[in-house]
């Protein structure tokens, strides 16, 4: 299993320690950037590995559902946006991967987790895409989502990961932006193009909501990771922003969100929601949802036909290593 964050492995703190802690803190308290070479405390940098390394395979796996697309797309403009789109998800992983071996440990190893099953990574794409409605669902919906999160994250107490984010939410606004241009015009177009977009909102609307985890009750890393500044909001406050930024949206378009108990609080001035079903979000997690076994397929497939690209390119750098030994 990918290393644990529980209690039970950290060794009791020195004084020492806990000076160190208390500065570490204050830093953070005072608005700072943790950096690489600063001292951390052991949970926090496993806090972090856990949280990035899943945040960066979510990106590679998330490639696949609309990549499944790029073959079909009705046209050439939604092609090449498609691809670009798809591009952009593979270059946030990258980020995301660097951005997590400052903490000490390498890309293979990470890799490794996510080919062999250990690792999680986001619940959403586990669920297939049945129409090209689903791409234009996903950007608005499953991309405007990430942005409600990582506009935040863009703000995390460790400086590579916050600024990873800046640049990764410039190119999400993109994404959110395509999809809802592309909704807009299926939701405005033929019966059947709106049909086709509305059955694609009602299969996705509820697993967007299960993407900002368990609900805080049941959440056991969100106290290490409020407290050091890593999360801003807990996954209930980040859920109802993106609920209530959505329902106006989907609203001006003329579709509906599939939950009867939808509602707008006078008082609270929020759009209230129905029960969110966490037997489907837990099987997903866990590895039983209608797409895990095909996403680690697939991702295992592209890294075996991979290998002789990562040959090469090893074999060019260390090529170029000793011409530059040679000539020192
Ligand atoms: N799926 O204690 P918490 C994108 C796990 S956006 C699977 O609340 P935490 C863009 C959690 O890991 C998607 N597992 O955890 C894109 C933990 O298990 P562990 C990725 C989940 O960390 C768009 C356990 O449940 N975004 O890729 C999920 O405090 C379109 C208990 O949960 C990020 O990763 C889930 N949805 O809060 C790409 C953002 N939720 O590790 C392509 C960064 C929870 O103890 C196409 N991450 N779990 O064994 C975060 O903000 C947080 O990690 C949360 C979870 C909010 C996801």
């Not at 009791?12 to 806990?18: H, K, N, R, V, Y």
């Not at 697939?298 to 170029?320: I, S």
Request: charged content about 25%; aromatic content about 10%; overall charge neutral.
């Amino acid at each position: 299993m990918q290393d644990t964050v529980r209690g039970s492995d950290a060794a009791p703190p020195t004084s020492e320690d806990a000076g160190r802690l208390a500065e570490f803190e204050a830093r953070i308290a005072n608005g700072e950037s943790i950096e690489p070479k600063d001292w951390m405390p052991e949970r926090y940098r496993k806090q972090l590995v856990r949280m990035m390394s899943q945040h960066a395979h979510s990106e590679i796996v998330g490639m696949l559902p609309e990549g499944n697309w790029i073959t079909r797309a009705p046209s050439l403009r939604r092609k090449m946006i498609l691809l670009a789109k798809v591009q952009d998800e593979a270059g946030h992983g990258l980020y995301i991967y660097c951005g997590t071996e400052t903490l000490g440990v390498s890309r293979d190893e990470l890799v490794d987790q996510l080919l062999t099953g250990k690792a999680k990574y986001s619940s959403i794409f586990n669920y297939p895409t049945l129409s090209y409605a689903d791409v234009g669902v996903i950007g608005w919906l499953v991309d405007g989502a990430a942005i409600v999160n990582q506009t935040v994250l863009a703000k995390a107490s460790y400086g590579p990961y916050a600024r990873a984010m800046v640049r990764i939410c410039k190119e999400e606004n993109f994404h959110k932006r395509q999809g809802y241009e592309l909704v807009a015009h299926l939701a405005n177009g033929t019966p059947a193009q709106r049909a086709m977009v509305q059955d694609a909102v009602n299969r996705w609307w509820w697993p967007s909501l299960m993407m900002f985890g368990p609900h805080d009750k049941d959440s056991p890393n969100s106290d290490d990771l409020l407290r050091w500044r890593v999360k801003r909001f807990t996954n209930d406050e980040l859920r109802q922003r993106f609920v209530n930024l959505t329902v106006p949206q989907a609203r001006a378009v003329g579709l509906t969100l599939p939950d009867p108990d939808l509602r707008y609080d006078e008082e609270t001035k929020n759009w209230e929601f129905g029960p969110i079903d966490w037997s489907e979000f837990w099987a997903v997690v866990r590895g039983d949802g209608p797409c895990n076994r095909e996403r680690l397929a697939a991702r295992n497939k592209a890294h075996a036909e991979g290998a002789w690209v990562r040959e090469a390119a090893a074999a060019y750098a260390a090529k170029h290593s000793r011409q530059e030994m040679a000539a020192d």
